[in-house]
């Protein structure tokens, strides 16, 4: 797959929601909630100040990140299911 994001923007592969609870119960597809973490799989450059310098991410490619249940916008890529979100909508690097 071929995607770059600009400026503050990361593209994150969703980690998928447990199906089971830890009794055994299957928890059905339409009763999953929404994923609210993922893998960053890539980065933009980062933010570009007024005065021209460019300030980096925090993030980089390969962190398990945690992100608001509605943040980002979701996009199908090369049949992946993905999200794409500013840096300001991270709330943290799990791990």
Not at 20 to 32: L, N, S, V, Y
């Amino acid at each position: 797959m071929k995607f770059k994001p600009l400026h503050d923007r990361i593209l994150v592969k969703a980690v998928e929601a447990e199906t089971k609870t830890k009794g055994g119960i299957i928890i059905p597809d339409t009763a999953q909630e929404k994923p609210q973490q993922g893998k960053v799989v890539a980065i933009g450059k980062g933010t570009r100040l007024e005065d021209g310098r460019l300030i980096p991410l925090d993030v980089k490619i390969g962190d398990v990140v945690m992100y608001g249940k509605w943040s980002g916008t979701e996009v199908k890529l090369a049949g992946d299911d993905l999200v794409i979100l500013k840096e300001s909508d991270v709330m943290g690097v799990v791990g």
